[in-house]
């Protein structure tokens, strides 16, 4: 039956099928359907066969064409949704303002089609894939829908005719069983099959794939059946095991229970009750936590560990990996699957081939049906654990993970399918499970702190799952999740829930951990440090934030309480795991201390926002104690770090240190670790706070009063650092607020200030480094105020300008005045710095301001700055800076400072005095019965009376007890006392002697450490911890004061300083002024004006607020400046003191010397660049002048810039020019319309190449050489309109041996990179302008040897002889030519140069290539192209005047000379000379081109400037001037009939008779010859005896109806004649050094004929003067002129209808431009990016536009690739003859080709902020720069990219 239908017609067949399905009684119908199924999809053959497919297509259809049910279909579709989706490297738009979440996204026709005005959208390059939201109100507000999606277009929608989709619900399920099947019988476990090729599997069910791909594309009808057969648990379990009799579905579905039991998964019914780790879940939240955390490594390692257990021997360092027993809540979430419908079963096999992208895509496509989404979402969370051990142990895991991605963020961010998914399928469990389980794969035991018997275990940062980031997509679902409320609040009201969260941040507190190599450096130095900033970032910290947004009010003060009571209960776990007790381990730092920033986060969000106490959230003192510990560590390993105490860990430690504090990581890092010291130190004793930083910091030793001491810890360079570290950390500490009280618009304005005051930024550049509150992926900076407001508040916009030296700015922001004068804020700097120079950059523009500003001059010090009140929490943190401990510390440090001990500092000093003005600013309350009674032995208590800094200030300390070295000069001095006294008074009991005693009981001790172990004790005993007293090991002894090695005694040092006396001493010592206040400054003294200064302001500043606080202190400070103090200075304390401040004295000597050298050495450098550089800006004034005007008899003398010398250029040693020579198409790009050619932006548009001027040359010399004589014809035109060599100078000069050996140097050096040493560049050794050639110069005088300029009076008869006699001679040099000199090999060589600059096809255009004639058309060509390219760099016209700059470095003289003596080996065959027929009546030489078949050119037809420079190059030079002039007289008698006859082509036939009359009525006149119209009318009349002249054109000339006045005929004269005149003068101008004087526009003309002496009488203004009045006819003009014209008569008989265009001819083109592009970026984006290349039709990966001739190439593309060189290249080569400017469409940056290199130039397309935006990264909208564009377009037609542009590299043909 089934092989009889298999055999009709498909369509037939379908069709019949399909009638009977829809009778009633359908049995046989189905039967039928069932048995050719059978036979068509059988699993049995290769899936590659297509028959299935096509049966398929036409069973679906049912009778009809599938391209037309497909229509039909869609017709049907009730879709509101786009739901595109889309794979990685897609483009597709982002906005901000419509999304509801922040991974929102939109295709670009959607976004298009949407209002998006003024809204913040960026366009980005998908990096994992996605799909359009538009039309999805749970992820975007409606007003943002396209107008496709914006009408709810599934209401209108007629309903589905049920007989359309029937046979589809019939076929559909086989065939997706039957993918099914394949996919099981492909499937390989890795195991087995080493070379398991899943790939090739999935090849040969693409197309079936792609068929269910194309389906979902049919719309909203075809998706439902789809769903439905997708979700049918029925038939599935028809279809799936397979009937009883067919064996090969039974094989099949063992095969799927295999695959199944390999994943380490078991389906339901073969697990039973397994109870097993069940534990855990139903015992009391607490319990469980803690017997999570402690639980030792477990001894017998799950079983499906087994594999990854064997590569971990191999991990870093060879630690063991540690295995928990299992710990998961729930052990089902992780091996039980169980599938009931088609869909659960694809996503397994989708899992299990990991990802394949189609398979994904066809998946997604469904999502627009909702009862899909949400099957498919729960199918997806089903299989999560699955996925993740499949991620775990892919190869490609980055593909999968983005392909992962590219599914869950669909799902995901939607928070209605989140919740519901979360209700029902325990997703959140289901998330921190896995997630655990992840991590416990890879943990290994901590060495923190008790490394033999530590029992906490945490992350191996060397294994791949953290060196990979595999766990991103993981973590980054969790972050999507915990962004909606509905499910974070779930997640914070389930206590073991967040019990397992925190057991899973432990594995992670005190990862990474560095310990201090103190004998050799590291020898090999880990990057694991990425990874684990990366995982604390990513796992921990965003997490974090994500829970944080959802306690912002009161209502959600119980989960905070919560998860502060986790986290201490961990924290309390984690010391005891690791055996803290009371001290850390020395040398040892980990930056990772998640749990302690959970804590201070969720403390600083109750403080702040849910208004809870903070008393509430704290433990007691013993626990924050511990707490402060490893924090307080990091800040002084910090510093170890800057004090280069651990360059021996090698450079990944400064890494750490950069990362900790960097942008991107501050808020998770630094912030809440300095957060959580504040919150310690303001509930814990000042005293023993102080003095723990101190002993943390390691410089107890450093504060004592002795000018010597001995430092256990420290070396002597180390010392002064650490000090300035330990200050500066406290400074922090107690001034920072960002914690304590900003509010977020304070805290954003606050860190935009510092990061302005660093550096000026750009806009994108400030985004990227201002600390994001919450979510970073949201973007939306936190604050009322928005970025924008803020930003426009500090800072001010300096728009990009362009520097002449090419480096191009972008658009930065710069600090206000305001903002330095008032808000600029040195310790927010210190504290957001990566880089130590950032702190010294910002306070270089802070004093630069104050000097602008008059404000102050000097060296400035960091400013003080008022600070936001505390929140009344923290206003414990101010009794830090009223504790004795501070104040002994400060007293001593400023008397060191004093004193000039060693290693103290100006910052120590600044410091210091920023604590005691902070200590002023912030009074205590005085609280009197806190004061305990006073017990004897608190040795501190002794120094100060109180704890009030302002009652200490003037507290005078008499004695002071210190240990001190032997060696010390104290000890010196008391010996010098006791023998004064013994020679003095009998030994009695004296008065002094007494007092000495007393002194002995008065002086005061001073120990931190002694003070810092006895509160410590205090505190300890306080909370009755007396059960744990007695285990508390005792403290090891070496904490306490050291125990005195022999050499120590103690002495007693006089002192009888307060803190005021100090202070004003050292405000002596900084003025170095005795009495420098006078008792009376106080009285005007005003703290406001001491705003900015050096450290004399601050001292005064100071001084100024204790008098106004206290009236005790205003007395005491009178009395002190009163006291004139003798000038005694302070002692120098021994000869070693003395030694180091000459020393200083002498290094600040030698560095003024040193200032004073470079100025001067700056300024002779400036001074040369003013005269050799000024290559920038070709206006500029060159000073070297080549052959500036000597005396007229001496040579002209060149400086080799070399060897120095300076002398003339012989035939020997001859001298030459450093030149540039460049293949050069920028004259062949000019077009005739002033316009630039617009880029085109749509298909419509074109740029049609053919009007340019190098197309137009090129047809007509082809046009000539199919009628004349190809040698004449090579003498007719000029080339190098494309591929002309350009010669350009710097204008140095050198001897040409020595440049051999400079270049023989170079090739020896092979550092140079950036050109190429064989190919004969070098950069000049002057100026270092690159060139590649050196052009020799003619030996000899001067250019203005006078004998060759003298006018002569000689008739011009005359001299057109003596012109003709000279074009016989063989040119002859002074020294003959046959001889082989120096000179001459030189100038063969620079020939060969010039030929070598360009390409072959740019020389040969004759017929047979390289003959003499083609040569002789290059080499006078090179002459024309350089004189036509100084033309266009002077603006096209010689009105400028002047010699311009390109006139001074131009080498046009030495460039004529050599071409000349080239030209030289040529001579004309003087029967074909051409100046015979300029000049004479020739008889008929009819019969004389026998030889050759085609006549000469006509006189009519050829380029007369090529004929100026052919004479002037074959006659001997040095020309005399007045034969130039005779060539120029005659030459423009012939442009001038051209003139006539091109005019005369133009006109109608009535004008054309009209003018014949008028002109021969005045034939007889006396000066007929110079009188236009009778030219004209005998022109006229001459060509029409030629048929063709006038007939060919009729039809064209009448378009142009213009009428013609005797004035427009001679404007349209004298504008044909003007490109030769000035061609003429810039030629006059070169050889013979005449001034170029400038004129007007209108008066071009006349001047030019002046010059060039055309008309002897004065000049009148062009529009007076006739043309005609120049003409100086030799032999009679209406004869001359009848010969040139019969020449074009004979010629009228032969076919040559087409050689008369050549007759019109119009010299006139407008300026090279560069194409205009359009002024929105997205415009070109959106219409090449997706453009196909014209070879392969595949749309490139890197496209990239022509800028010169809107050409579309790939770059990089191999498909464009001829002869191993890249399309870019090839084409640079085509247009730009090597020279190519680029535009790359998916960067928005221009890059240059010149030659064998290239360079990236920068962008012309900027965003609304000034800035660039290369690789499109931040896809802002931009927008054209003109300025930039202009520059460009200039650098282009200067020919100056390679002089510019600073970066070249070599391309190998490779672009």
């Excluded at 990096?127 to 829908?145: H, I, K, L, P, T």
């Excluded at 410091?911 to 019965?929: C, P, S, T, W």
């Excluded at 420098?1076 to 001491?1090: F, M």
Aim: proline share 5%; hydrophobic share 35%; charged share 25%.
């Amino acid at each position: 039956m089934a092989a009889s239908l298999l055999r009709r017609d498909k369509k037939a067949t379908a069709a019949h099928l399909k009638a009977d399905l829809n009778r009633t009684d359908n049995s046989s119908g189905l039967r039928q359907l069932q048995e050719l199924l059978d036979n068509v999809l059988n699993p049995e053959k290769p899936p590659a066969d297509t028959e299935a497919l096509d049966w398929c297509k036409y069973l679906l259809a049912g009778g009809d064409g599938f391209e037309e049910f497909c229509k039909t279909v869609r017709s049907y579709d009730n879709a509101t949704l786009c739901g595109l989706v889309w794979t990685a490297n897609f483009v597709a738009y982002r906005c901000r303002t419509c999304g509801i979440s922040p991974c929102m996204s939109l295709c670009a026709e959607c976004f298009n089609n949407g209002d998006h005005t003024g809204h913040d959208f960026n366009m980005f390059r998908s990096q994992a894939g996605g799909a359009c939201d538009c039309g999805d109100s749970n992820v975007m507000r409606e007003s943002g829908f396209c107008r496709r999606h914006r009408l709810n277009t599934g209401e209108n929608v007629p309903s589905v005719p049920c007989d359309l989709l029937l046979m589809s619900e019939m076929v559909l399920p086989r065939f997706i069983i039957s993918i099914i099947q394949y996919l099981r019988d492909g499937y390989t476990e890795p195991e087995s099959a080493t070379d398991r090729d899943l790939q090739k599997v999935l090849q040969q069910l693409e197309p079936q794939i792609s068929f269910l791909e194309d389906l979902t594309k049919m719309g909203g009808a075809m998706r439902t059946v789809l769903t439905k057969i997708l979700t049918n648990q029925q038939t599935f379990k028809e279809l799936s095991m397979g009937q009883e009799e067919n064996m090969y579905a039974k094989k099949n579905y063992e095969k799927y229970l295999s695959a199944l039991k390999n994943s380490g998964l078991v389906s339901v019914e073969e697990k039973g009750a397994a109870g097993a780790g069940a534990g855990a879940a139903d015992s009391p939240a607490g319990a469980g936590a803690l017997s999570l955390l402690g639980a030792t490594a477990a001894a017998s390692p799950d079983e499906e560990n087994k594999e990854e257990d064997q590569d971990g021997g191999q991990c870093v360092g060879q630690r063991k990996r540690v295995k928990l027993s299992s710990s998961t809540k729930d052990p089902s979430i992780m091996d039980s699957l169980k599938h009931k419908c088609f869909l659960e079963e694809l996503l397994f096999w989708t899992i299990k081939y990991e990802f394949p992208q189609k398979m994904v895509t066809f998946l997604l496509n469904m999502l627009p049906d909702q009862d899909y989404k949400i099957t498919f979402t729960k199918t997806f969370v089903q299989h999560y654990a699955f996925i993740m051990k499949t991620l775990m142990k892919s190869h490609e895991s980055d593909t999968m993970s983005n392909r992962i991605v590219h599914i869950s963020v669909q799902l995901f961010s939607n928070e209605e399918l989140a919740r519901h998914v979360t209700e029902e399928c325990q997703l959140l469990d289901i998330m921190v499970t896995v997630l655990l389980y992840m991590m416990e794969s890879c943990l290994i035991k901590s060495e923190l702190q008790d490394e033999k018997n530590n029992r906490h275990v945490v992350v191996n940062c060397g294994e791949a799952l953290l060196k990979n980031n595999t766990y991103w997509p993981l973590v980054s679902d969790f972050i999507n999740i915990l962004s909606h409320q509905s499910v974070a609040k779930r997640f914070l009201e389930d206590h073991s829930l967040l019990m397992l969260w925190m057991s899973f941040v432990s594995f992670f507190q005190g990862m990474n951990l560095n310990k201090r190599e103190l004998n050799e450096h590291v020898e090999f130095e880990s990057q694991t440090y990425y990874a684990a900033f990366a995982a604390e970032l990513e796992a921990c910290a965003q997490p974090m934030w994500g829970l944080l947004t959802h306690c912002k009010v009161k209502e959600t003060q119980e989960y905070t309480k919560t998860v502060v009571r986790y986290c201490l209960e961990t924290l309390q776990i984690w010391f005891d795991a690791i055996g803290f007790v009371d001290e850390p381990a020395p040398n040892q730092v980990t930056f990772h201390l998640p749990l302690h920033r959970y804590y201070a986060m969720f403390l600083s969000k109750a403080v702040k926002c849910q208004g809870l106490d903070l008393d509430s959230l704290l433990p007691d003192q013993e626990m924050l104690m511990k707490i402060m510990v490893h924090p307080l560590q990091i800040q002084a390993c910090l510093s170890e770090i800057h004090s280069n105490m651990w360059v021996r860990n090698g450079l990944q430690i400064k890494g750490q240190a950069m990362t900790y504090v960097q942008s991107h990581f501050c808020n998770s890092m630094i912030d809440p670790d300095i957060f959580l010291l504040q919150v310690c130190a303001s509930r814990l004793d000042p005293d023993y706070f102080i003095s723990s930083v101190f002993e943390r910091f390691k410089v107890v030793d450093l504060l004592t009063m002795a000018s010597q001491h001995q430092n256990a810890v420290l070396d002597a360079e180390q010392e002064r650092p650490m000090l300035e570290g330990a200050l500066t950390f406290l400074v922090i500490l107690c001034s920072l607020r960002i914690h304590l009280g900003m509010t977020d618009d304070e805290i954003l304005r606050a860190e935009m200030v510092s990061q302005l005051c660093m550096n000026d930024r750009t806009h994108s550049s400030l985004l990227d480094l201002i600390p994001e509150n919450p979510n970073p992926k949201s973007g939306i900076v936190p604050g009322s105020c928005s970025f924008e407001e803020m930003l426009s508040g500090v800072a001010d916009f300096k728009a990009p300008v362009f520097e002449p030296g090419g480096s191009m700015q972008q658009g930065m922001y710069t600090p206000k005045a305001e903002v330095w004068e008032k808000e600029f804020d040195p310790i927010m700097v210190i504290l957001r710095t990566v880089y130590r120079r950032d702190v010294q950059s910002a306070m270089d523009r802070y004093s630069a301001f104050l000097k602008q500003s008059g404000i102050h001059t000097g060296n400035p010090w960091p400013p003080y700055k008022e600070r936001t009140p505390l929140h009344p929490c923290y206003r414990g943190l101010v009794r830090l800076l009223h504790c004795k401990t501070l104040h002994i510390v400060i007293f001593t440090l400023l008397y060191k400072i004093w004193m000039d001990h060693q290693n103290m500092s100006e910052h120590v000093l600044c410091m210091v005095l920023y604590l005691v003005e902070l200590g002023l600013d912030n009074h205590m309350q005085e609280d009197k019965e806190d004061e305990e009674p006073c017990i004897e032995e608190h040795c501190h208590d002794s120094w100060f009376p109180g704890t009030s800094l302002l009652s200490n200030l003037h507290h005078v300390i008499n004695f002071v007890r210190v240990r001190v070295p032997e060696t010390a000069p104290e000890v010196e001095r008391k010996r010098e006392r006791e023998r004064e006294r013994e020679r003095e008074t009998p030994p009695s009991t004296s008065a002094e002697t007494s007092s000495f005693g007393q002194n002995l009981r008065e002086a005061q001790l001073f120990s931190l450490v002694a003070e810092r172990r006895r509160k410590f004790q205090e505190i300890i005993n306080r909370s009755n911890h007396e059960a744990n007293q007695a285990v508390r090991p005792k403290s090891s002894s070496r904490w306490h004061p050291p125990g005195s090695p022999p050499q120590l005694v103690t002495e007693i040092l006089e002192i009888r300083e307060s803190m005021l006396s100090l202070l004003v001493k050292l405000h002596q010592k900084l003025s170095a002024k005795q009495n420098s206040l006078s008792p009376s400054w106080l009285e005007e003294a005003d703290p406001a004006r001491h705003a900015h200064g050096d450290g004399i302001t601050a001292i005064e500043r100071i001084l100024a607020k204790a008098a106004s606080r206290s009236r005790h202190s205003k007395r005491c400070l009178q009395e002190i400046c009163g006291r004139v103090c003798p000038p005694v200075p302070p002692k120098k304390n021994s000869p070693g003191d003395k030694k180091s401040m000459d020393k200083e004295e002498r290094r600040q000597r030698a560095r003024e010397r040193q200032q004073k050298l470079l100025a001067e050495f700056a300024s002779r450098q400036k001074s040369f660049m003013e005269t050799a550089m000024d290559v920038e800006s070709p206006e500029a004034e060159a000073a070297m002048d080549v052959g500036s005007a000597e005396p007229l008899d001496s040579e002209v003398l060149y400086d080799c810039v070399i060897c120095g010398q300076s002398g003339p250029s012989t035939e020997d040693r001859p001298t030459g020019l450093v030149v540039l020579l460049q293949a050069s198409s920028v004259l062949g790009h000019r077009c005739r319309s002033d316009e630039a050619k617009r880029l085109p932006t749509s298909d419509e548009e074109r740029i049609f190449p053919e009007d340019t001027c190098g197309a137009t040359n090129d047809v007509r010399l082809a046009l000539m050489q199919r009628y004349f004589k190809d040698s004449s014809c090579l003498q007719a035109v000029s080339i190098g309109w494309d591929g002309g060599v350009y010669v350009q100078t710097c204008g140095h000069t050198l001897h040409i041996d020595c440049h051999k050996s400079y270049m023989e140097s170079l090739r020896n050096d092979q550092v140079l990179q950036g050109f190429s040493v064989d190919k004969g560049e070098f950069t000049c050794p002057l100026c270092r302008q690159f060139a590649n050639s050196v052009l020799p110069c003619k030996p000899g005088r001067g250019t203005e040897a006078g004998a060759w300029h003298t006018p002569s009076n000689k008739s011009p008869a005359t001299l057109i002889k003596e012109v003709e006699d000279l074009q016989d001679e063989l040119g002859i040099f002074p020294v003959s030519t046959y001889t082989e000199s120096n000179l001459t090999k030189e100038m063969e060589s620079v020939i060969k140069d010039i030929k070598n600059a360009t390409q072959k096809k740019y020389m040969d255009y004759g017929k047979n290539p390289g003959s003499p004639d083609n040569d002789f058309l290059f080499m006078y060509s090179v002459a024309r192209t350089n004189l036509e390219l100084e033309l266009v760099h002077r603006g096209g016209n010689l009105c400028s005047g002047g010699a311009s700059a390109a006139a001074k470095r131009s080498c046009l003289n030495q460039l004529f000379h050599v071409l000349a003596m080239h030209m030289r080996l040529y001579s004309i065959d003087s029967a074909y000379n051409p100046w015979t027929r300029l000049t004479q009546i020739t008889q008929n030489r009819e019969p004389e081109y026998e030889d050759e078949d085609r006549p000469e050119v006509p006189m009519l037809f050829r380029d007369v400037p090529s004929l100026l420079i052919i004479f002037v190059l074959t006659m001997p030079q040095p020309l005399r001037k007045e034969h130039f002039t005779c060539i120029v007289k005659v030459l423009y008698t012939l442009q001038y009939t051209q003139a006539l006859a091109a005019l005369s082509v133009r006109f109608s036939p009535e004008e054309r008779l009209a003018w014949s009359n008028t002109g021969a009525a005045k034939k007889n006149m006396p000066n007929s010859e110079k009188s236009w119209e009778t030219l004209l009318s005998h022109v006229i009349s001459e060509l029409t005896k030629a048929k063709c002249t006038y007939e060919s054109r009729s039809e064209e000339t009448m378009l142009s109806s213009s009428v013609w006045s005797p004035q427009s005929i001679e404007f349209t004269l004298q504008q044909f004649c003007l490109p030769f005149l000035r061609l003429s003068c810039l030629l006059q101008h070169h050889l013979y050094g005449d001034n170029l004087p400038g004129c007007l526009l209108e008066e071009e003309f006349s001047l030019l004929v002046g010059c060039l002496g055309l008309l002897p009488g004065p000049s009148q203004s062009s529009s007076s003067m006739s043309s005609a009045a120049c003409l100086e006819w030799n032999v009679g003009a209406f004869e001359l002129l009848s010969q040139w014209c019969s020449e074009l008569i004979s010629l009228a008989g032969s076919p040559s209808q087409q050689a008369m265009s050549l007759l019109v001819q119009d010299p006139q083109w407008s300026a090279p431009h560069l194409l205009q592009l359009p002024d929105n970026y997205n415009t070109i984006f959106q219409y090449y990016h997706r453009k196909s290349c014209s070879v392969c039709n595949k749309t490139p990966k890197d496209p990239a536009l022509c800028l010169v001739c809107g050409a579309f190439v790939c770059l990089k593309g191999l498909c464009c690739k001829q002869q191993g060189i890249c399309e870019c290249v090839l084409h640079s080569q085509h247009c730009g003859a090597a020279t190519g400017i680029f535009l790359l469409i998916n960067a928005s940056v221009i890059i240059i080709i010149r030659g064998h290199r290239f360079c990236l130039w920068g962008s012309v397309y900027l965003d609304a902020h000034g800035e660039e935006d290369r690789d499109l990264r931040r896809g802002k909208p931009l927008f054209l720069c003109e300025e930039r564009y202009r520059v460009l377009e200039q650098q282009w037609v200067s020919h100056t990219f390679d002089h510019i542009n600073k970066r070249w590299g070599p391309h190998y043909n490779g672009l």
